[in-house]
């Protein structure tokens, strides 16, 4: 990444030789097997307690993908063969994704074990997430996919502030029972958390992640302006050190490569610049010795200044999210610029711009239309039934469903339909949307829960327990169901509209189990709903 932002093309010379021992080590220690997956040690901050015996470990395997492909571009440079690098990259990246990537589920797999029943462990840490998105190993429909995964499998620890509402701090992982480095809450792994966020194209999520941690650590904390390595809300250890190392690394990286989206490649002689800033803001402004640049919005304009000072005279590329439906033109320095859309992208419109190196750069951009196309759509979907997605203002071209969570798709201009088949829990599609000029993957996130669920209710009768049915299908459930628990057997005849919850159902306690009770609902002989609920 050095040499990506300096492009010292006598350094890298000087490296080669350094870099090429060491991928020739990395493979004969960790993919002693050769089947592109990479075992993993002292190679994360959660080193201390985690070890995987031979297994093969994404976040490791997908620090050698980026290594090997970084190694061919480098190889091409210094008049080396470059196709052992780019055969190793292609190899790693196919194992990656035929072995640890879940498709029914969206994310990568932590590890494989090596022995025994090799099995795959599918609960993942943050660090697999962001280093999967961060070494460059994921496709745009991957990424988004993993950071669903950090938005529905991660805990999320609400920051407890009697004037701050909606910030969060977030685990490294779900694991139990909690021990040193496995399941902290460490400022730094948040902020490369939030990096990934931004990487993958969700703005909005990574400026939240960044923006709690900075809260917590620096405002809220013991230490005014502190770097923390572990945080308040860590559950055993509490606030711990100040001005750590790590988050301090990190948290530059995600000020200057998430939020001001700045992404020298001095090697390719390209400067990109994609911010990641709300859009809410209506001005900005950021200076180191690299780059100066300054944001200012007006109405339906957006002005941009961009002065670099980079070792490298580098030609300009911006990446930029559509503010409106439509561009009545792009000036930079007074020149009118064509521009295209980005037609991978995933979650929201943007454009692409180029401009040839200057030492300095006035961008206008005067937006025109409407607003964003949108999608509409029923977030709760049940296996067996109907599922329909309807697109205002936008043509639809294709779908992609990478989870296999419909079957029958029909589509139309504005609509598309299946029947839905995937297995429970939270899944995506992917809708390409036109508008105007625009085009773009719009995400469809759903959850599948199964069509009725028993849901006990807080609070109930300390004589007994209370609690209802839920129809989580888009049809009225009328019909005649039998209640049974211990002693207890009821029949009755129960409607309940579609996503509603039925009225209260109440099992006296003396005709019940100390302890653990099964509740099963059943109608004509097939059980409809089944729990168990404890009985104190």
């Known amino acids: 990444r050095h040499f990506l932002w300096t492009g010292d093309t006598s350094f890298l010379r000087s490296c080669w030789p350094v870099l090429q021992r060491h991928l020739a080590w990395e493979r004969r220690n960790f993919d002693a097997d050769n089947n592109g997956l990479f075992d993993a040690y002292a190679c994360i901050w959660a080193s201390d307690a985690i070890e995987y015996s031979g297994g093969g470990v994404a976040y490791s395997t997908a620090y050698n993908y980026f290594e090997n492909k970084m190694a061919a571009r480098i190889a091409n440079i210094v008049g080396e ?7 190793e990259a292609n190899k790693i990246k196919q194992a990656m994704d035929s072995i ?15 022995l025994g029943l090799r099995l795959l462990h599918p609960d993942a840490g943050l660090w697999t997430v962001y280093h999967a998105i961060d070494e460059r190993s994921t496709d745009p429909f991957q990424s988004y996919q993993l950071l ?21 701090m977030l685990p490294t992982t779900d694991w139990m029972p909690y021990t040193w480095s496995v399941n902290n809450v460490a400022m730094a792994e948040m902020a490369h958390t939030a990096l990934a966020f931004w990487e993958g194209g969700q703005n909005k999520t990574a400026y939240t992640i960044f923006k709690s941690l900075i809260l917590e650590s620096m405002y809220l904390g013991t230490s005014p302006g ?17 001005d750590f190392a790590d988050p301090i690394g990190v ?25 990641g800033w709300p859009s809410t803001w209506k001005y900005a402004s950021f200076s180191t010795p690299d780059i100066k640049m300054a944001y200012h919005q007006s109405g339906a304009e957006s002005n941009y200044t961009i002065i670099p000072s980079f070792p490298k005279k580098m030609n300009l590329q911006c990446r930029i999210i559509a503010a409106k439906s439509d561009i009545k033109n792009i000036r930079i320095n007074n020149e009118l610029v064509a521009w295209n859309a980005d037609t991978t992208a995933v979650g929201q419109p ?26 509409k759509y029923d977030n709760i979907a049940v296996a067996g039934y109907p599922f329909t997605v309807h697109i205002e203002h936008a043509q639809i071209l294709d779908i992609k469903d990478p989870q296999g969570t419909l079957s029958y798709i029909k589509q139309t201009e504005n609509n598309i339909r299946g029947k839905v088949n995937g297995e429970q829990g939270e899944h995506t599609l992917f809708i390409k949307v036109k508008q105007n000029k625009l085009s773009w993957w719009l995400p469809i996130n759903f959850v599948i ?9 807080a609070n109930g009768d300390p004589n007994g327990i209370q609690f209802s049915i839920q129809n989580n299908t888009n049809q009225e459930f009328d019909h005649s169901v039998t209640i049974q628990s211990g002693n207890f057997s009821q029949t009755r005849t129960i409607i309940i509209p579609a996503h509603h919850h039925s009225s209260e159902v109440k099992i006296p306690a003396a005709q019940l189990f100390p302890g653990t009770n099964r509740i099963e609902i059943s109608t004509n002989g097939y059980i409809l709903a089944d729990t168990c609920i404890i009985n104190r």
């Open 81 to 87: 063969n470059p196709l052992p690098y780019q055969e």
């Open 100 to 114: 640890l990537w879940m498709s029914k589920k969206g994310w990568f797999a932590e590890y494989k074990d090596r």
């Open 148 to 168: 669903r995964y950090v938005d529905t499998h991660i805990p999320h620890i609400p920051i407890q502030c009697n004037s701050l509402k909606g910030y969060y």
């Open 226 to 242: 502190n770097f923390e390595q572990l945080s308040y809300y860590d559950r055993y250890r509490g606030e711990l050190y100040h």
């Open 251 to 275: 948290c530059s990286r995600a000020l200057v490569e998430g939020l001001f989206g700045i992404h020298p490649d001095a090697l390719s002689d390209t400067l990109l610049i994609q911010p």
């Open 350 to 375: 943007i454009i692409i711009f180029n401009a040839p190196y200057s030492d300095d750069y006035k961008i206008s951009i005067k937006w025109s239309g409407g607003g964003i196309a949108k999608a």
């Open 449 to 457: 829960p199964a069509a009725y669920e028993i849901r006990k209710i």
